[in-house]
């Protein structure tokens, strides 16, 4: 992942205008700043320094929950002594995002106020009378023995499999979960079939337990991809070490193609221009539960560093991270959940395309959400409106360049689009897309994944580690 | 109607607190004021004025769409010669609710920006960046062929049942209605047997189109009840002429008891104490689409006045008048539209209950609300801020007093809870409740309106008119 040279892309052919709305003026950062690096993590001996200029966190101030390490011991042994609710995996996933401050200002699950806010208004109103956006909920379900056991009890221990304290939940509130109602707002639709209600919320329990979380260590997963884990605080501390003056987030949760990157590439061209001297992107798979027919996180890892080898994206400018967050399929629900915890990490633009966090419908012939309405919503999404929103522009094989190009209404002809659907047959089948859609590792890597299926007992495994 | 007497209520034995929250400064009306009265209505010969003292409408100003009385022939004549759109009954009463004002600053059938931030946010920013509260979708949906029919024409005339032309839609916009989104999204659940959803929308076509909606002459219904349905402007008229120095709304949709009685009177006592000098209520029962079982609105009207005649509230403090919206049954969705829509008819304080605008599950055996979340989410919601919210507290037929009084948790024993199926179950099989329940004049409305449904072949009529 670390071997990425300088760009090779072509320049796009046509120039388009940006959206006169959610712009920013361009930062006027100082090439040096006081080092303010607080506490030691994953980027290892990197300096951190922050300057305090890139775009504010939501509600000022990034939320972490962690326990100080001098107290670690003390609340280990407190956690024993409480009540146990144990955790899934990706209830899991929710207290590494929590705890990081992913989803700043809260400082724990939602307790039943925030749920409300977040179901009826898709952003929560703080003390101050300020607005954030909180479009998903980010609640723990627990069932009517788990409440049992809590009792009267105002802080619960929350444990991995084996029993092992993770966190403290403190100040408690349980209420009802409604989870027909959760569902219905949240994905606008109670069809069965959707991946996370079917994996998170179908079988969890009928209540729901908020309250203030400490996380005792924090959270890794010992895969390998750890290290490219960085918290919102880290993430902010490299824009500030690289001297960003501008932060432009790409949101994925599927191979990239030469599509993608010349968007990317053309985005920080279009940033130059107006005026930004040194846009940084920031390219951020998400790395939580995705649905079975996705990709898996290893093999999109590894398909991103084929890629990034290949030379398409600038070293220099470009930061690859993994997003914590599960994934919801909440198409413009989800959309602005994942363009919010963003600017916590330091983001002020978003790249938004077509069809963000959509999938088909569970049952009917089409898709979910409507393919416009995810930019349109983020457009419009209370506590957005600092985030400068880009628009995806539609990228597809031109047939006269051979290669990735935004699509040209006045020569259809010239153009050929590659759906997910049509990439993945070929994949699987062992086919080549067309020269110049993807770079050949990258490709590769894709075919190995879908080899690793084809070769597993029932034509399918869950999570394949790369060979 | 008329004859309304002064209080006879008993005095609630225990004074209740008032929230902490969402309090207004009492306003110092004078006495006097310049009259600003712009048009006639129906309120006859009273004298208009107008002081701009009561709380501001929604975006700063009430947004009437009625075609000047000397251009409507002109219109008249242009509609005739658009392309036409037949109107249900309900969206006459949707063309009513905004022709008046009561969705200020909507100016017609929404857009799908405005449908999406009502959909997600329950709120609508509008170019000067300020919010206001809109939790109902206000929709015109049209089918394929009306589609067709409209073309490229940028208005539509809509028109009755006999093509008569009632207002136009100019700079219109078509897009889809994703009717499973809408009813999750509104509703909070899918399932089959909604009312609205039944009457409206299931069998409504697959677009909306919105646009700026002129309404060539004011809505009649001509049931004899049009002398009741004041708009927002000539509320706002009257509670000035009467030197309102707070205005507190009460929405039913059911008939009253002396429990309601003695929260209106209760809540008026309150304000007093609060330094309110002359607080108005605004007895505001929903005039539009209702499901079958509830009673009709001529039946609750003729209920209304007998309880009013009996002298339970003060007609020099009271003002009654319908509000001409249909109801959606959607519960904390739909709460705050009818707390928004008050504050456009000049109210500052608005009573809600417990499950406001809530009804059973269509399938579950159970409330399809909690009854808690409406009044909580009305507290929190967006645009709401400047409405000071009276939450309902819980009246119950106390045996020791012989009459209705607010619910005292020490002495459970001595209070009989009265449901509403309760109340339907007695006075359909003619029993009385009570003594104290109902003003026995109310009591016989209702038990002649059940007679009449038993008399009707199917033991079932549509809307009886009163004898």
């Not at 980010?138 to 009792?151: E, T």
């Not at 260590?217 to 003056?245: C, H, I, M, Q």
């Not at 790409?250 to 279009?270: E, I, K, S, W, Y």
């Amino acid at each position: 992942m670390a071997a990425i040279s300088s760009i090779s892309l072509k320049t796009p052919t046509k120039i388009q205008s940006l959206p006169k709305t959610h712009y920013a003026v361009p930062l006027n950062l100082p090439f040096s700043c006081r080092s303010k690096s607080k506490r030691t993590g994953s980027i290892g001996s990197r300096t951190r320094i922050r300057c305090g200029l890139l775009i504010e966190p939501d509600g000022g101030k990034l939320v972490e929950l962690f326990v100080e390490e001098s107290q670690r011991e003390l609340k280990r042994e407190d956690a024993l002594k409480l009540p146990k609710i144990k955790l899934t995996k990706i209830d899991l996933e929710w207290v590494h995002v929590l705890s990081e401050g992913w989803a700043s200002p809260l400082k724990g699950f939602m307790r039943e106020d925030e749920f409300l806010q977040t179901l009826h208004f898709n952003s929560i109103r703080l003390e101050d009378g300020s607005v954030v956006n909180m479009s998903v909920p980010i609640v723990l379900a627990i069932d009517d023995s788990q409440k049992n056991l809590i009792g009267g009890s105002s802080s619960v221990a929350l444990v991995d499999d084996e029993y092992n304290p993770i966190a403290i939940l403190s100040d408690i509130e349980i209420y009802k979960h409604n989870k027909e109602e959760r569902i219905a707002r949240t994905w606008g639709t109670t069809a069965p079939g959707l991946p996370y209600v079917d994996e998170a919320i179908t079988h969890s329990g009928n209540w729901l337990v908020g309250g203030d979380l400490k996380v005792i260590d924090p959270v890794k997963y010992n895969d390998g991809l750890d290290r490219f884990r960085l918290s919102p605080a880290e993430l902010r501390d490299e824009f500030t070490r690289r001297n960003a003056d501008a932060v432009f987030a790409f949101q994925l949760r599927n191979p990239v193609h030469n599509g993608h990157a010349l968007l990317m590439t053309d985005t920080r061209r279009r940033l130059l221009e107006m005026g930004y001297k040194n846009p940084v992107l920031l390219l951020h798979p998400l790395g939580g539960y995705t649905k079975a027919d996705d990709v898996p996180l290893h093999w999109r890892m590894k398909q991103h560093e084929k890629v990034l080898e290949d030379g398409v994206l600038d070293p220099e400018t470009t930061v690859v991270s993994i997003f914590p967050s599960p994934m919801h399929y909440a198409g413009p629900t989800e959309v602005q959940w994942h363009a919010k915890a963003r600017i916590n990490a330091g983001a002020n633009f978003y790249i938004v395309g077509r069809d963000p966090a959509g999938m088909s419908h569970p049952l009917d012939k089409r898709d979910l959400y409507d393919a416009d309405h995810g930019k349109k919503v983020l457009s419009m999404a209370p506590g957005l409106e600092r985030l400068n929103i880009l628009p995806f522009r539609v990228a597809a094989y031109d047939k006269t360049k051979n290669g990735m190009a935004f699509f040209d209404p006045s020569r259809p002809q010239d153009f050929i689009f590659i759906s997910g659907t049509k990439m993945r047959t070929l994949a699987k089948n062992k086919e080549s897309p067309p020269d110049g859609f993807m770079c050949p590792g990258g490709w590769k890597v894709l075919v190995e994944y879908y080899d690793s299926l084809a070769a597993a007992d029932n034509g399918r495994v869950a999570e394949p580690v790369p060979s």
